[in-house]
């Protein structure tokens, strides 16, 4: 079935950039996403990718995807202390289809 | 945006009770909705996928009868777990998904769940 794997951890200094990296394994993955979630809330949706784009950028977030190597990675510049939260990617066949989640990783910003 | 509310935000309950969730799409029509799990510290997991009007498709290990769920109409669907237990605690989080085919699917809050 499909995989989908992320790092656990990451901690970084306010202002400075985070970049957070996904694989995946299943090769007819079309939509590939990021979700951040803050404790005891639900998911909240920062950006999503096709498999047919190489680079999305949206403000402070740069998308990459590797689709040879099914690697993606979600760039957070300037990052922010309010950014401290756990961020999941995850991958659909088809927009609307039901995601498969990597296990999230744990940002943490220090002052 | 597409607005999809659950209810309620958090459960405490005893051993053996059941408990009712429900997902609501407020501002559109969800032919589709997904039920996920989240157990302390780990990933979301998919639960069941339910289409209004007919039987939900449970994943494999997800046992019916302990999670009904019912997509009665176009904006609401409900779990209920059944005879709860400890184990079941977990962060029960739906998400729905607009008629248009393609769409993308927007997630509720999501629903803590504690069983004593």
């Known amino acids: 079935g499909e995989d989908v794997e992320q790092s656990l951890f990451l901690s970084v200094r306010e202002g400075d950039s985070s970049v957070i990296n996904c694989t995946y394994t299943?090769?007819?993955?079309?939509?590939l996403y990021w979700y951040k979630q803050e404790p005891g809330a639900g998911l909240q949706l920062l950006t999503y990718?096709?498999?047919?784009?190489d680079m999305k950028q949206d403000q402070r977030l740069t998308v990459l995807l590797n689709k040879k190597d099914k690697h993606l990675s979600l760039r957070i510049a300037d990052t922010q202390t309010g950014d401290s939260a756990i961020y999941f990617c995850?991958?659909?066949?088809?927009?609307?289809?039901?995601?498969?989640f990597g296990g999230g990783t744990r940002l943490m910003v220090k002052p | 945006g597409a607005v999809v509310s659950q209810h309620p935000s958090w459960v405490i309950c005893k051993s053996g009770t059941s408990v009712k969730i429900e997902c609501r799409s407020l501002?559109?029509?969800?032919?589709?909705m997904f039920w996920y799990r989240q157990f302390p510290k780990q990933s979301l997991m998919l639960m069941a996928t339910?289409?209004?009007?007919?039987?939900?498709?449970?994943e494999q290990g997800v046992e019916k009868d302990k999670f009904l769920i019912n997509h009665a109409s176009l904006t609401l669907s409900t779990l209920t777990v059944t005879s709860a237990h400890p184990e079941d605690s977990s962060f029960y989080i739906c998400?729905?998904?607009?008629?248009?085919?393609?769409?993308?699917?927007?997630f509720g809050q999501g629903t803590r769940l504690t069983v004593v």
């Open positions: 299943d090769s007819s993955s079309t939509y």
């Open positions: 995850a991958e659909s066949i088809w927009a609307g289809n039901m995601l498969t």
């Open positions: 501002d559109f029509q969800a032919t589709t």
């Open positions: 998400s729905a998904r607009p008629g248009q085919p393609n769409t993308e699917a927007f």
């Open positions: 990718i096709f498999s047919n784009m």
């Open positions: 339910s289409n209004e009007g007919s039987k939900a498709t449970y």
